[in-house]
Antibody
Framework: QIQLVQSGPELKKPGESVKISCKASGYTFTDYAMHWVKQAPGKGLKWMGWINTYTGKPTYADDFKGRFVFSLEASASTANLQISNLKNEDTATYFC???????????WGQGTLVTVSS | DIQMTQSPSLLSASVGDRVTLNCKASQNIYKNLAWYQQKLGEAPKLLIYNANSLQTGIPSRFSGSGSGTDFTLTISSLQPEDVATYFCQQYYSGSTFGAGTKLELK
């Protein structure tokens, strides 16, 4: 069956970096886009952008340009999110989600909690 | 950027009630709208896509309607397991989520 399995929770200090992984299984990885969604504690969902898993081209939402990098390990059917120069406001659960082009997100990872605290 | 506005932000209803949640887009998004259910500590679950198509495995008491800028999610007979927060999402241009409607039992 189709699964997206994310890496475990992270505790980081301000200024550090973090890399979250999302391993896909049960389908052809390069046939579907991968999106990243942020959810701060007690808040709503914020779309961060997506990566074309066929070409590797990332597209970032306006609020996530600069410190955020989407990447792939296509041979391992894995998408990654790296956040550099972490700030307290980056504390959130980050989800990966799969979609066809111009389509809803039918499959989601379980989420990865990143806590930024000194 | 396309903004999505959901109403109400909090809704209290009784088991068996017909419940209606609203979502308004800041510009025409045609039918490029989805609804998700999120329970505490879980990932969102897709309920409705393309404004009115029921995702496989979702109970038929959930239905969606609308096009253009105004959309509705209806639960025909509220069940205890439907207590959750519901988000709408546009995917016409990039993607944007509404702020959510928290549904609780009266």
């Amino acid at each position: 069956q189709i699964q997206l399995v994310q890496s475990g929770p992270e505790l980081k200090k301000p200024g550090e970096s973090v890399k979250i992984s999302c391993k896909a299984s049960g389908y052809t990885f390069t046939d579907y886009a991968m999106h990243w969604v942020k959810q701060a504690p007690g808040k709503g969902l914020k779309w961060m952008g997506w990566i074309n898993t066929y070409t590797g081209k990332p597209t970032y939402a306006d609020d996530f340009k600069g410190r955020f990098v989407f990447s792939l390990e296509a041979s391992a059917s894995t998408a990654n999110l790296q956040i550099s120069n972490l700030k307290n406001e980056d504390t959130a659960t980050y989800f990966c989600a799969r979609s066809s082009l111009i389509a809803a997100f039918a499959y989601w990872g379980q989420g990865t909690l990143v806590t930024v605290s000194s | 950027d396309i903004q999505m506005t959901q109403s109400p932000s909090l809704l209290s209803a009784s088991v068996g009630d017909r419940v209606t949640l609203n979502c308004k887009a800041s510009q025409n998004i045609y039918k490029n709208l989805a609804w998700y259910q999120q329970k505490l500590g879980e990932a969102p679950k897709l309920l409705i896509y393309n404004a009115n198509s029921l995702q496989t495995g979702i109970p038929s008491r959930f239905s969606g309607s609308g096009s253009g800028t105004d959309f509705t999610l209806t639960i025909s007979s509220l069940q205890p397991e439907d207590v959750a927060t519901y988000f709408c999402q546009q995917y016409y241009s990039g993607s944007t989520f509404g702020a959510g409607t928290k549904l609780e039992l009266k």
